[in-house]
């Protein structure tokens, strides 16, 4: 019964306007205004939040080390909600297009930042019986790579920019499974599948409705995770259920 009452729900609600359609190829997607809404909320409510962090881990740190590490970290999550939800309300407003061309490569590019800054403090602050210097080296190179990657190929190869993400999302990974105390991989790897599964929305525009905000939920979960395992088991902080 209630299988049929969700089906007749679907058959008669009109989800397509609710997207646009999806861009072609060196085309920007257009939200539509309900879009726009839910993708600057489901990142600009996150701001403070990730600000917070940034403070407790800081507060946290018990040395110079984690101190810098924490910063890098607490640093690049500010930066990576802020940008996105600057430029998701210029996007919204129309206005200031030089502004929002700037914070759309922007958007893209602090998420290469991001990724090699959530492997910083795991590279630095756990032991490994080899390559963790090496592999941070590699991670940051990737990541410049990748930031002049999407200045000078703006909205060009967009497959071949989600290649680029997934191979600094999962290189480094190697080494991190190299670590002799495995203490904090559970969560380092929950918030890596939750970016993963990710992507399918965030290459979803103009197919499902919302992808770009849900590709913002899961952006949020990951790095919730994460943010829970470096307190935990690279801080040693004590966090109430957990």
Known sequence: MVGTLLRQISSSADFSRLKNRRALPGEQYQPTDVEHLANVISHGVWILPSFLALCFMVWTSANGLQLTTTLVYGGALVLLFSTSTVFHILSYTGRFPEWRLTFHIGDRAVIYIFIASSYTPWLLLKEYHSWAEEALCVVWIMAILGVTYAYVYHE???????????????CPAICIVDMKDWSGLLELSVGGLSYMFGVVFFKSDGVIPFAHAIWHCFVFVGSFCHFIAICTHLL???IPGF
């Open 156 to 170: 060009k190869y967009k497959w071949l920019e989600i290649v680029f993400y997934l191979a600094i999302g999962f």
């Open 236 to 238: 040693g902080a004590k």
